[in-house]
């Protein structure tokens, strides 16, 4: 027995209360219904392969944003949406993000969705054909919703002439920067920033697993 905030406490009581606050681990089940996606030959963009994506949820629905390959090799961003991250009944015949600049000129790869304040921030892989780059876009939660995919705001490359890929940003601030995870290959990395704007700074770039 011990005591606890100034009770006595039996080491089953305890635990009992500890089971309960932190359910038992259960062994991952695959769901049934995989792939939830599959290229659709019919477009042009991504009749070869879809991978890669991310998720936010908004509204009390899903937004699956998927990396897309096509007929012409090239990677761009499709959508998909459903009501539980299972089924999703709604998906846009093109893509809501695509190549413009010299860096990804053979396309935008994995892409990273967070939330912060009233603007969803992207984080994805641009690829010039020789060396993915990490790359940054926002576009405000109203535009995304609504399907204007005109206000995308390109931010540049977060960490540029750096071969670096499958980057995402955390939603809050750590002592007031804000935090990015990122590979550099064979490493993962954490970054810290006083700003979203790119370039990131290099100094407070650390190895976090390797």
Known sequence: MRVLEGKAVDKASHQGVAASEHPEAVPLVRFTGNPILRPIRDHPW???YVLNPGVIKLNGKIYLVYRAVGEDSISRLGLAVS????????????PIFGP?????????????????NDHIYMLYTAYDGFTPQIAMASIPVD??????????????????????????????????????LHRITPDIWI????????????????????
């Open 100 to 116: 413009k600049v010299k860096s990804e000129a053979m396309g935008c790869e994995d892409p990273r969705l967070t939330l912060i």
């Open 191 to 210: 970054g810290f920033s006083l700003h979203l704007h790119c370039p990131w700074p290099g100094e407070e770039q650390t190895i976090l697993a390797r």
């Open 46 to 48: 991504e009749s070869k």
């Open 143 to 180: 535009d995304f919703l609504s399907y204007r995919w005109g206000a995308w705001c390109r931010h540049g490359l977060v960490f540029p002439g750096t071969a670096n890929k499958n980057a995402a940003l955390f939603p809050e601030r750590f002592n007031g920067k804000f935090t990015m």
């Open 83 to 94: 009501e539980d991250g299972l089924v999703f009944n709604q998906r846009l015949e093109t």
